[in-house]
């Protein structure tokens, strides 16, 4: 045999080795395709019921923090119509409580000066 004759024989081998090779990586990868494919089925039957129930999970979170905010609103306004009365109630109560105690401590003090001038005179 001839070289020309070996180097045909061994580049059919290399050659035929070659596309054997390929067969077997593009079975493996229609097989990785086909997993693939599945995989991305299951995700979508799952993923679509997970989203519509964070929907519904929001929804009921925006409820209730618009009656959470309806609550603070509500606190809030009794807060200041608190403050507002005791503001009235000082002031009223200062009235009440000071007219009379004037009153009464100027009652007092011309109570003592009449007294004291009776009891000046006396002792004169």
């Known amino acids: 045999m001839s070289v020309n004759a070996v180097l045909q024989i061994v580049l ?10 390929v067969i ?3 079975n493996q990868l229609r097989a990785t395709l086909v997993n693939v494919s599945e995989l991305a089925k299951d995700v979508d039957s799952e993923l679509i019921p997970l989203i519509q129930k964070a929907q519904i999970t929001l929804d009921e979170v925006n ?7 309806g609550i603070v609103t509500t606190f809030q306004e009794v807060s200041d ?3 507002n009365s005791t503001v009235i109630a000082k002031g009223v109560a200062k009235k009440v409580v ?3 105690v004037l009153g009464f401590a100027g009652a007092v003090g011309t ?3 009449v007294l ?3 009891v000046g005179r006396r002792s004169k």
């Open 116 to 118: 004291g001038n009776i």
């Open 63 to 69: 409820s209730e923090l618009e009656r959470v905010d």
């Open 24 to 26: 077997v990586v593009l």
């Open 81 to 83: 119509k608190v403050q």
């Open 111 to 113: 109570a003592r000066a």
């Open 12 to 21: 059919s081998i290399s050659i035929i080795a070659m596309i054997a090779f």
């Open 98 to 100: 000071s007219t009379p």
